[in-house]
Structure formats: structure tokens, C-alpha cells
């Protein structure tokens, strides 16, 4: 499984994209939507990696934030976030004639990913270093 860098870059990768298509026309404002739930997709599970638990193959942002808290319940604060984002990752992929979302819609998503992407990289950037075994000096 990739680093914890790795897993960084692409939720930010994912949320740049967000930001770029919500400046194209209203056609893609369902991509951009469904970016941002990607993006906090992959910050929570940066989460996971870098505590060394479980990725569960899902896109259930509820379930990540669940797992993320059981380790620090500090995460609590994104539930909201969290709420906003959920019904992006099937809702915004295939037509639908019940959904349909605004530029507003998409601007709060992004807001929405931009926190739980930096809330998470606030954690994994100031966690003290673990140290590895066997480095010690006598």
C-alpha cells in the first residue's frame, strides 16, 4: 500500500480538480462534486495508513470517519463535512433525474473537503515521529 504522501497528493489532486471544474460550465459540476468526495475519500484514509489500521475498500465517508475515530475523537468534528459529502460518491456518477446539484451545492463541497483535508494533514504533520527500532545510540 502506498505512503502517506502518496495518498496526500492524490486527495489534494482531487480536490485542485474540484476547484477547476467548478469554474467550467454547469456541465461538470457533478465531476467536481464527486472530486470532493474523493478527496475526503482519500484523506481519511491517509488517516488510517499513517496510524497503520485498516483501509476498508469503501466509499462510505461515514464508516472512514467512524474508523478515524475510534483512534482520536478529535474526528468528530467533520461529521458535518462528512454529511455534505456522502451522497456524492454514487449520486453524482450516473444520470439521475432525482439529482440535480447548483454551483452553491459545489462551492460547500469543496469547503467541506478543504477541511477534512487539512484537518487530516494537521494531524499526520505535527504526530511525533515514531521511532524505529534498532536506531538507538548507546
Given at each position: 500500500m502506498s505512503g502517506v504522501k502518496d495518498w496526500l497528493r492524490k486527495a489534494s489532486g482531487d480536490l485542485k480538480g474540484a476547484s477547476k471544474l467548478i469554474k467550467d460550465d454547469d456541465e461538470?459540476?457533478?465531476?467536481?462534486a464527486y472530486q470532493t468526495q474523493q478527496s475526503a475519500e482519500k484523506a481519511l484514509k491517509t488517516y488510517l495508513v499513517f496510524k497503520k489500521l485498516?483501509?476498508?475498500k469503501t466509499h462510505d465517508l461515514t464508516k472512514l470517519l467512524e474508523n478515524c475515530m475510534q483512534s482520536d475523537s478529535t474526528f468528530a468534528v467533520l461529521k458535518e463535512a462528512?454529511?455534505?459529502l456522502f451522497p456524492y460518491a454514487i449520486y453524482t456518477r450516473y444520470p439521475d433525474?432525482?439529482?440535480?446539484?447548483d454551483r452553491e451545492e459545489v462551492v460547500e463541497a469543496i469547503r467541506c473537503a478543504e477541511k477534512i483535508l487539512k484537518f487530516v494533514k494537521t494531524k499526520v504533520e505535527s504526530a511525533e515521529p515514531t521511532p524505529q527500532l534498532g536506531l538507538f545510540e548507546n
Open positions: 461538470t459540476l457533478d465531476i467536481a485498516l483501509v476498508p462528512v454529511e455534505v433525474d432525482r439529482f440535480n446539484i
